[in-house]
């Protein structure tokens, strides 16, 4: 059973208008609650979730572990670095194991894009996407957009830049679709080998000038140098990218106007954005955070009831 509708949470892009718009409404009400003295809900009283992460994380493996503890679901951890993967076990193997001891959800973040999708057509419980290799992450673009209607009002006719290395992030591609279907404008700034052919066809906008961008929208969201996901160099030295894609409140005072400034963590401090833009009121890269357990106990609750 499922209130959204898809019985998983596998991308952005195939799920519905509607379905982001119950997320949001549902965080709303979730939020309440976690600022409440007694943060605690029954809703997933009697479900099991397993919190497969066979990729590195902190906000996200944290973020989902509260948000099934805030809803009373009984929960599993997993992480594939001190598991029997390492001894050759495969992924539907794994999760069938895991299975046969009665979970009903898997959280899952794997390394390998389409590993959610893949899973889906192979198990029987319900999958939600925490990261998939370069693919999607679609609870980290459910919380931007929802911190961004929190800030902002709506997020329909706001200019949003997602800026940096767009050709390695599943947040970016996310954030596209998720956007789009809000009725947001979005475009991408990065140096030119960072952004791929296909992004055009998604109707965002390109600038390879940072300056430009930052003139034209209301929020930026920068991204992340993923040197783990490179295997060969996309510009001479991070010192030279930062010089031209790095972010800092000179920039921003000289703009003349407000700019919300985002990021989905983790930081590079002094590569893609300084510490006095980051810890700035100009930032809501902790809203980010706190948003993001009220939009995954709204997922998990969507998806369960
Ligand atoms: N934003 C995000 O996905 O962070 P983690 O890799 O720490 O989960």
Redesign the pocket.
């Known amino acids: 059973m499922s209130q959204l509708s898809q019985p998983h949470l596998l991308g952005i892009k195939n799920i519905t208008t509607s379905d982001i718009r119950k997320i949001f409404e549902t965080a709303d009400n979730f939020k309440q609650v976690i600022n409440r003295p007694i943060k605690k809900v029954p809703s997933l009283r009697d479900i099991t979730i397993a919190n497969l992460f066979f990729e590195?994380?902190?906000?996200?493996?944290i973020s989902f572990e509260l948000a099934e503890k805030r809803l009373s679901a009984d929960v599993l951890n997993f992480s594939a670095s001190n598991s029997s993967v390492s001894k050759g076990e495969t992924l539907i193997d794994t999760v069938n194991n895991i299975l046969a001891m009665k979970v009903d959800i898997v959280v899952m973040r794997h390394q390998a894009p389409g590993a959610c999708v893949f899973l889906s057509k192979h198990i029987e419980a319900q999958i939600v996407n925490a990261?998939d290799g370069t693919h999607e992450?679609p609870t980290?673009a459910l919380l931007d957009a929802y911190s961004i209607r929190e800030r902002l009002g709506d997020v329909e006719g706001k200019k949003v830049v997602i800026v940096g290395d767009i050709m390695h992030s599943r947040v970016a591609l996310s954030n596209i679709y998720c956007l789009k279907k809000l009725g947001a404008e979005v475009m991408v700034c990065g140096p030119s080998t960072l952004i791929p052919k296909f992004i055009e066809s998604l109707g965002v906008k390109i600038e390879t000038n940072l300056r430009k961008a930052l003139e034209w929208c209301d929020v930026a969201n920068m991204l992340r140098i993923q040197l783990e996901r490179q295997d060969i160099k996309y510009f001479p030295s991070l010192r030279e990218y930062t010089m031209m894609y790095g972010l800092n409140l000179k920039m921003l005072e000289n703009l003349n106007k407000e700019i919300v400034i985002m990021h989905?963590?983790?930081i590079n401090r002094g590569v893609e954005i300084t510490s006095d833009i980051a810890d700035s009121e100009h930032s809501i890269i902790l809203d980010q955070v706190e948003n993001g357990v009220a939009v995954r106990m709204a997922v998990l609750y969507l998806l369960a009831s």
């Open positions: 590195n994380s902190t906000r996200t493996r990261g992450h980290q989905p963590g983790p």
